[in-house]
């Protein structure tokens, strides 16, 4: 089952400022960045609270002009891209969605923020949210 809200995402054309907004307005800290070639993301994890515990708002600016955060700025502009939850066992996690009809993007997890295992459930599947999952 799912435990928390891991991180809301949000795609930006420009990082740097992203991160200088979200710090100055609202004094969250920048707890992590971290380029993810695969995932062709620059991004950077800012604490909602004191702590990591209160969820994170994860900023992604694209890599490259194919990059899933490049095509997302193309159609909607910079905003709120996917919510992430945090799971214990992300296998079984999968497993019981399959089960339930919805399509996972990947057959396994891949690599996530931090060395962490992550799989996506279809927008199209999800009331159009791009829904991920984190095994941290
Ligand atoms: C596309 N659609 C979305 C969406 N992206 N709806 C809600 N939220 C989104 N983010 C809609 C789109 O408007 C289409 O609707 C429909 O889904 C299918 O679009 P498509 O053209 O078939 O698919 P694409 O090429 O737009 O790709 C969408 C997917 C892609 C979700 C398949 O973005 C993907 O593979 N995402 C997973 C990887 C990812 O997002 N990586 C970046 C974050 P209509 O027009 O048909 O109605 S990396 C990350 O989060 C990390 C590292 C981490 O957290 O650890």
């Known amino acids: 089952g799912l435990r928390r809200i891991d991180h809301v995402g949000i795609a930006v054309a420009d990082l740097d400022a992203a991160i200088d907004f979200y710090q100055r307005t609202f004094g969250m800290r920048c707890v992590h960045t971290e380029t993810n070639t695969e995932q062709g993301v620059r991004e950077a994890m800012l604490a909602v609270g004191p702590t990591t515990e209160g969820g994170c708002v994860q900023l992604l600016a694209p890599l490259t002009p194919e990059s899933a955060i490049a095509k997302f700025l193309d159609r909607n502009g910079p905003g709120v891209q996917q919510v992430a939850y945090t799971v214990a066992d ?3 996690a999968c497993a019981a969605l399959r089960e339930r ?6 057959d396994t997890p891949r690599r996530g923020t931090a060395g962490s295992r992550i ?3 279809h927008p199209k599947d999800a009331h159009g949210v791009l829904i991920e999952l984190v095994e941290v």
């Open 101 to 106: 009809g919805l399509r996972l993007l990947y």
């Open 90 to 92: 992300i296998d079984a």
């Open 119 to 121: 799989n996506f459930v």
